[in-house]
């Protein structure tokens, strides 16, 4: 069995689980407001602003027998650049004050996230890392798509405010193909077990994002008034 079949395999439990949270059955029930999708956008915004910064830290700290991730974590970066702007314009969209998402403070599910992946880089194994990417990049893949078409048709909003979800959904199949095939380069069994690992607590962290969204998430934009 490759790798990246393994990682799909033994990380199943807990991706049920992400997908379990409330706010996501919600979604495709029609049960969803403005407000908690300004929510997501909010929390999605204070961990996506970290992604560049966070695999910059992972190139530093790759090994040299590792040159060859170190090349692929450059065009992770180069990809991902900008994106949390993405997110802050589908807010203004929204009728949303997207300079109060930026200053605003995270909830405590997102910075912990975020302070769990610069741990794992920074005093465990930068390989870690490549566990939010699994969990990141899997959940938009199935998910995005599905969830910006039910929330649209809800909210009845533009196209245009949901920029952040449709790149990421089922239009990015390459990049997860790109992920898949660098995961299967990955031979060594302890090496495996920490991706494997991180994934599992990443897929814990980012569930309890979203299980704090529907009205428990403290920062939120405030719409603009008329």
């Known amino acids: 069995m490759q790798f990246f079949d393994r990682l799909v395999m033994e990380t199943e439990a807990e991706r049920n689980s992400l997908l379990s949270a409330p706010i996501i059955a919600r979604c495709f029930s029609g049960d969803i407001t403005l407000k908690d999708y300004l929510d997501f956008l909010t929390q999605a915004f204070h961990h996506v602003r970290h992604t560049v910064p966070l695999m ?7 090994p040299q027998d590792k040159e060859w991730m170190r090349e ?3 065009e992770y970066i180069e990809e991902e650049i900008g994106h949390q702007e993405w997110i802050l314009n589908d807010i203004a969209v929204c009728g949303g004050d997207k300079e ?5 403070q995270p909830a405590q599910a997102t910075e912990l996230m975020v302070a769990y992946a610069y741990d794992m880089i920074n005093r465990i ?18 998910m995005a798509d599905r969830i910006a078409d039910a929330v649209r048709t809800t909210l009845n909003l533009p196209k245009k405010a949901f920029s952040y979800l449709y790149s990421h959904g089922s239009l990015d199949q390459d990049h997860v193909q790109f992920f898949e095939n660098l995961m299967n380069r990955i031979e060594d069994r302890a090496e495996q077990d920490l991706i494997i690992h991180s ?11 979203f299980r704090g969204l529907g009205g428990n998430v403290e920062a939120v934009p ?3 008034s008329a």
């Open 199 to 209: 994934c599992k607590v990443f897929y814990r962290l980012y569930g309890d994002i």
């Open 100 to 104: 109060a998402a930026r200053h605003s």
């Open 222 to 224: 405030l719409l603009r």
């Open 72 to 74: 692929a974590v450059a």
């Open 125 to 142: 194994n930068p390989l870690g890392f490549f566990g939010m990417v699994h969990v990141l990049e899997g959940t938009s893949i199935n």
């Open 56 to 62: 910059m830290a992972v190139g530093a700290r790759l």
